[in-house]
């Protein structure tokens, strides 16, 4: 749904999730080759009953390294109250006085280490990563309580500096979207 992009939401197949004793509500790990995000899973829409299909949005599907169609592995995760959490800007960049703002856009949000968080400030889009997060976990759920600190030092780790642009970001284009899929998707994944 548009209304999840960004926001660390995956809406999974009502079947899969009975089966895997998962409820909305619930922290969850999709993980593939070796990569992992982290998300809450809500209701999915009920024509996706029985499909077996999760829906998530383009930066947790970049930061899998996956497409849609794309098969990933998705547990269940007991995830701690974030006490502390301590986010760097992807560019050169000094912000005073946003911590309550972006606790606010974090707030309900389960995140990790590294991960990208998109933030429009003044109606810009702004990453900012993960750094670091107290209690010391896999993955921590920031909340109202939750401390936040914007660090002064762009963030250097991995994919920094790379513009992320997902289908997402392009707004109001549906048809033109489907049309660019269908030409740039179909041919990587059925080259024949």
Same mark, same amino acid.
């Given at each position: 749904?548009?209304?999840?992009?960004?926001?660390?939401?995956?809406?999974?197949?009502?079947?899969?999730?009975?089966?895997?004793?998962?409820?909305?509500?619930?922290?969850?790990?999709?993980?593939?080759?070796?990569?992992?995000?982290?998300?809450?899973?809500?209701?999915?829409?009920? /024509?996706?009953?029985?499909?077996?299909?999760?829906?998530?949005?383009?930066?947790? /599907?970049?930061?899998?390294?996956?497409?849609?169609?794309?098969?990933?592995?998705?547990?269940?995760?007991?995830?701690?109250?974030?006490?502390?959490?301590?986010?760097?800007?992807?560019?050169?960049?000094?912000?005073?006085?946003?911590?309550?703002?972006?606790?606010?856009?974090?707030?309900?949000?389960?995140?990790?280490?590294?991960?990208?968080?998109?933030?429009?400030?003044?109606?810009?889009?702004?990453?900012?990563?993960?750094?670091?997060?107290?209690?010391?976990?896999?993955?921590?759920?920031?909340?109202?309580?939750?401390?936040?600190?914007?660090?002064?030092?762009? $963030?250097?780790?991995?994919?920094?500096?790379?513009?992320?642009?997902? $289908?997402?970001?392009?707004?109001?284009? /549906?048809?033109?979207?489907?049309?660019?899929?269908?030409?740039?998707?179909?041919?990587? /994944?059925?080259?024949?």
């Amino acid at each position: 749904m548009a209304s999840d992009v960004g926001r660390g939401i995956a809406r999974l197949d009502p079947v899969v999730a009975a089966k895997l004793g998962i409820e909305s509500g619930d922290a969850i790990e999709i993980s593939v080759k070796g990569k992992r995000a982290f998300a809450l899973c809500w209701a999915a829409h009920p /024509r996706d009953a029985g499909k077996g299909t999760i829906r998530i949005d383009g930066y947790i /599907r970049e930061s899998l390294g996956v497409g849609i169609d794309d098969r990933v592995l998705v547990r269940k995760v007991s995830v701690k109250p974030a006490q502390s959490i301590t986010l760097a800007p992807g560019e050169r960049l000094r912000i005073v006085g946003g911590e309550e703002y972006i606790r606010g856009i974090l707030s309900g949000r389960v995140v990790a280490r590294g991960d990208m968080v998109p933030v429009r400030i003044m109606g810009r889009p702004i990453s900012f990563y993960v750094v670091s997060f107290q209690p010391a976990a896999e993955a921590v759920i920031v909340g109202d309580d939750t401390s936040v600190k914007i660090s002064e030092t762009p $963030y250097s780790g991995p994919a920094s500096g790379i513009p992320r642009i997902t $289908y997402e970001d392009i707004g109001g284009l /549906r048809d033109a979207i489907q049309k660019v899929r269908e030409m740039v998707e179909l041919p990587l /994944r059925h080259p024949e």
